[in-house]
């Protein structure tokens, strides 16, 4: 009988310690899937042709959501000006309505006031024409405040045509 006993403890503590590495494996599965699966609700892809000719525009980019920060990345698909750029811009809606932004000019480009790399900022709307960011490398084109308050264009900056991909994240 004593070995009766002394096995059933011993089958009940391998179960139990079966039960436990499962259970913690099965964590760890549920948290890597969940992380893999996770999608962003709020995205858009868009793929702009700016026109030929200096001081031509692009289509109008209207901000999605006001108060709130949107992400944009910039990617410029023209065989002398491939590069990529983001900006994380809020349109502020409240009086004076403003625009704030922080981001990375394209490749080896300068920003608006000369300095490569960085820009940042803010503008009480409407206030067209500001250039934000450099989104075509060398300076080939720029992220600029449109004339409605809360719209984005891109203005090119030379006579070649671009084809800029361009992803918000809201």
Not at 111 to 128: E, I, L, N
Not at 141 to 160: D, F, H, M, P, S
């Amino acid at each position: 009988m004593k070995e009766n006993a002394s096995l059933r403890r011993l089958r009940l503590t391998s179960l139990l310690s079966a039960a436990l590495i499962f259970g913690l494996a099965m964590t760890c599965v549920t948290r890597a899937f969940a992380v893999q699966v996770t999608t962003t609700p709020n995205a858009a892809l868009i793929t702009l042709a700016v026109p030929a000719g200096a001081g031509s525009l692009s289509p109008a980019l209207t901000l999605p959501v006001s108060n709130d920060s949107v992400l944009y990345s910039f990617a410029s698909n023209t065989a002398a000006f491939r590069s990529s750029a983001f900006a994380d811009i809020t349109y502020h809606s409240a009086a004076p309505a403003t625009v704030s932004w922080v981001g990375l000019h394209a490749g080896d480009s300068l920003g608006p006031d000369g300095t490569p790399g960085v820009s940042s900022g803010f503008r009480v709307v409407p206030a067209a024409g500001v250039d934000i960011l450099q989104v075509a490398g060398s300076g080939g084109a720029a992220l600029e405040l449109a004339v409605a308050a809360n719209q984005l264009r891109i203005e090119n900056k030379n006579a070649t045509a671009k084809s800029i991909t361009v992803k918000a994240i809201w």
